[in-house]
C-alpha cells in the first residue's frame, strides 16, 4: 500500500484483526452523530474483525495509519446479494473526525480502487447519504466525483434518522469502460 506523498506519517495497509476495535469506534461515531449511513446501532467490534478476515482480492479492506493510529478505513463488499452482481462491489470509507480534511479519504479510495483493478470487479457502486433538497455535494460525493464516479441516480427520502429524512445517492464507476 502507500504512503502519505505529503511526507506525514501515514500509510496506508490492509487491516487486520487487531484493527477491529478502532475500525468499530471510527464507525460508531458515524452511526451515532450522522446521516452517513443508515445503520442505526454500532456493530460489535467482533462484527468489524470477522469483516476484515475475510475480506478478499475482490472484497479488500484497507486502514489509513497515521502516527501509529488507524484514522480511516475503506472496504468493498458485494453490492447485493444475487449471482448476477457478483461483478459489483459497494465502496464504504469513514474517516476519524480528527483526520478529516488531510486527503485521507482520497488516498483511500484511490488505493482502493487500485486494489480492484486488475481483478473479476467491473463496477464499483457508493451509495452515499445526503440531505434531501440540499444544493451542495457532500465531501463524499466530491470525492467520489474527483476519482470518477458518475452520478446514476438520486433516491428521495428513502431513509428517516436522527428525526430527518434522508436521500441516497447513487455513483458508478466503471473499471473496465472500454469494454
Known amino acids: 500500500m502507500s504512503t502519505d506523498p505529503a511526507g506525514a506519517t ?21 452511526v451515532l452523530q450522522s446521516i452517513a449511513t443508515f445503520v442505526e446501532d454500532p456493530p460489535s467490534d467482533e462484527y ?10 475482490t472484497r479488500p479492506f484497507l486502514v489509513a495509519e497515521i502516527d501509529g493510529e488507524v484514522e480511516g478505513f475503506a472496504y468493498a463488499a458485494p ?4 449471482g448476477a452482481y457478483r461483478h459489483t462491489v459497494e465502496d464504504s470509507i469513514y474517516i476519524a473526525p480528527e483526520a478529516a480534511g488531510r486527503g485521507v479519504g482520497s488516498r483511500l479510495l484511490r488505493d482502493l480502487l487500485d486494489a480492484l483493478r486488475g481483478t473479476d470487479v467491473r463496477q464499483v457502486v457508493a451509495v452515499i447519504a445526503a440531505l434531501p433538497g440540499t444544493r451542495h455535494d457532500t465531501p463524499s460525493i466530491v470525492l467520489h ?19 430527518q429524512w434522508a ?6 464507476l466503471d473499471l473496465r469502460p472500454e469494454g
Open 10 to 30: 501515514g500509510v496506508l495497509r490492509p487491516a487486520t484483526a487487531d484493527d477491529a476495535e478502532r475500525v468499530a469506534a471510527i464507525f460508531a461515531g458515524y
Open 145 to 163: 466525483r474527483r476519482l470518477g464516479f458518475v452520478e446514476v441516480g438520486r433516491m428521495p427520502s428513502v431513509g428517516y434518522k436522527r428525526g
Open 167 to 172: 436521500d441516497t445517492v447513487l455513483m458508478q
Open 79 to 82: 453490492f447485493r446479494p444475487h
Open 48 to 57: 468489524w474483525r470477522e469483516r476484515i478476515t475475510t475480506a478478499g482480492p
